[in-house]
C-alpha cells in the first residue's frame, strides 16, 4: 500500500533526492510510518539506506546547513540542521546481544526487512520507501498495520525483553500513548522478563530515560498503571509511589519531583537515583518539597 508521509515532504523528497543520485535505497523508519498511519505528524523521523550514508548527509548539509556526528560502532550518521532538527541515517543493520540488557554489537544487514526484524515492536518494525519510480510505499513483514488496527503491541521474538529490558518501560509508554494492549503473547513474556529480574540489570541512567520519557507522554498515568500491572516499577525504586498529582504538574522535571514528593522520607533517595547532577538533583527535591507542603 502506498502512505504518503504527513510532513516534511520537502525534506524527505530531498533526501530521497540524493540517495538516488548516490544509487541508494531510502526509507524513513520506525515511529514516522506507525504515526503517519495513524492519521498522525512525526517528529521521530529516521532513515535507513542500503549502504554508506556519507552522501545523503553531506548533500543535507549542503540544503539545511549544520553538522554531523558519525556512531561507527552503530553504522549510523547523526544530522544536525542548521535550525536544530536531529535526523538518523542508518545502514541496514543487525544486532546480536552478548548477554541480557547489554548494548548491541550491530553489523551490516542485507535488506530492510532484516533490519525491521531488530526493531522493539510490530508497530514500529514498518518503512516507507522514499525513492524510486513508485516513492511512498509501505514495508510492513511483520504485521505491523494489522496490529495496529488491532491496538495491540507485539514483540517480534521471545529473547526481545531479555535482549534490551527497555523494551518492557516502551511497551506500557506506546500502551500509555495509543490506549494500547499488549498482545497476549508479549504480555506473557513481559511478565517473565520481570520476574527474572531483567530490568534490573539496566544502568540507572537507562532507566532514568525511560521513566522521564513516559513522564513526557501527554498523560503518564496509563504507562505507570501498566508498569505496576507487570510489577516493574520497584526496579526504579523500590518506594516508588504516584498519583493523579503527578500528570498535573508541567514537564518531566516537575513530576519527578512529585513522584519524589509521594515517596515521602525515599524521596531523595529516589532523586539521587536518578544520576542527575547535583545541581539538577537539588532543584527536583527543591520542587518537591514544595509540593509536599502544598
Known amino acids: 500500500m502506498e ?4 510532513n516534511d515532504l520537502p525534506l524527505l523528497e530531498k533526501a ?8 541508494l535505497e531510502l526509507y524513513a523508519v520506525g515511529g514516522c510510518a506507525r504515526d503517519w ?13 542500503n549502504g554508506d550514508p556519507a552522501a545523503v548527509v553531506e548533500g543535507m548539509e549542503k540544503a539545511y546547513g549544520g553538522s554531523h556526528r558519525k556512531f561507527t560502532p552503530f553504522l549510523t550518521v547523526r544530522f544536525f540542521s542548521a535550525e536544530g532538527r536531529r535526523l538518523d541515517f542508518a545502514r541496514f543493520r543487525k544486532e546480536i546481544y552478548e548477554k541480557p540488557a547489554a548494548l548491541p554489537t550491530v553489523s551490516a544487514a542485507a535488506s530492510a526487512e532484516e533490519d525491521l526484524k531488530r526493531r ?10 522514499l525513492d ?43 500502551c500509555g500513548r495509543f490506549g494500547w494492549k499488549l498482545e497476549a ?20 541512567e537507562r532507566l532514568r530515560n525511560e521513566l522521564v520519557k513516559i513522564l513526557g507522554e501527554a498523560d503518564p498515568l496509563p504507562a505507570l498503571e501498566m508498569l ?6 520497584a526496579f526504579i525504586h523500590p518506594s516508588f509511589a504516584f498519583d ?22 525515599a524521596g531523595e533517595e529516589f532523586a539521587a537515583g536518578l544520576r542527575y547532577s547535583k545541581k539538577e538533583t537539588a532543584e527536583i527535591l527543591k520542587i518537591s518539597a514544595g509540593l509536599r507542603r502544598c
Not at 3 to 6: A, H, R, T, Y
Not at 37 to 49: H, P, V
Not at 228 to 233: G, N, T, V
Request: charged share 25%.
Open 244 to 265: 493523579s498529582s503527578v500528570s498535573r504538574q508541567e514537564g518531566a522535571r516537575c513530576r519527578l519531583a512529585a513522584l519524589a514528593a509521594l515517596m515521602g522520607a
Open 120 to 129: 522493539d515492536f510490530s508497530c514500529n518494525a514498518m518503512a516507507v520507501r
Open 132 to 174: 524510486g519510480p513508485e516513492p511512498f510505499g509501505l514495508v510492513d513483514p511483520y504485521k505491523g498495520l494489522e496490529d495496529i488496527k488491532s491496538g495491540l503491541v507485539r514483540v517480534l521474538h521471545e529473547k526481545s525483553f531479555e535482549d534490551d529490558p527497555t523494551r518492557v518501560f516502551r511497551a506500557a509508554r506506546f
Open 228 to 233: 505496576r500491572w507487570l510489577d516493574a516499577l
Open 16 to 23: 530521497a533526492g540524493l540517495a538516488s543520485a548516490a544509487g
Open 185 to 204: 503473547g508479549t504480555r506473557e513474556l513481559a511478565l517473565a522478563a520481570v520476574r527474572g529480574g531483567f530490568p534490573g540489570l539496566l544502568s540507572r
Open 37 to 49: 498511519l495513524l492519521g498522525r505528524e512525526s517528529a521521530d523521523i529516521d532513515f535507513l539506506l
Open 3 to 6: 502512505l504518503k508521509p504527513l
